[in-house]
């Protein structure tokens, strides 16, 4: 069955770091790229970075060079180390699949039955 808990979201002042996690079951995500997406309430859902089975990512350009996301398939992980957060940063952050090759940021055409609950990220002045 597949499961996805995301963790690790929380208020942080603008500069300030957090850690994401995603847990993941089930066997539709271990080789499959992975990502993190982001939404804000009343807009779409984002993809902000991805990362293929072997550990090639992809970045939304306005996160680029202050998030990183790593995955170790031996635990079943997702991570999202973000850095120098800033007000638009603040949104409740998912992890999915996503399609390999898939640019960040682009209007997502791809739809998932299953989402997990999210985590939210607040970032103040």
């Known amino acids: 069955q597949e499961q996805l808990v995301e963790s690790g979201g929380g208020s942080v002042q603008a500069g300030g770091s957090l850690r994401l996690t995603c847990t993941f079951s089930g066997s539709t995500y271990s080789l499959s790229t992975l990502g993190w997406y982001r939404q804000v309430p009343g807009e779409q859902r984002e993809l902000i970075s991805s990362?293929?089975?072997?550990?090639?990512?992809k970045y939304l350009d306005s996160v680029k060079d202050r998030f990183t996301i790593s995955r170790d398939n031996a635990k079943n992980t997702l991570t999202l180390q973000m850095n120098t957060l800033k007000l638009e940063d603040t949104a409740r952050y998912y992890c999915n699949r996503a399609p390999l090759g898939e640019v960040p940021g682009a209007p997502m055409w791809w739809k998932y039955d299953y989402w997990g609950q999210g985590t939210q990220v607040t970032v103040s002045s």
């Open positions: 990362i293929t089975w072997n550990g090639q990512t």
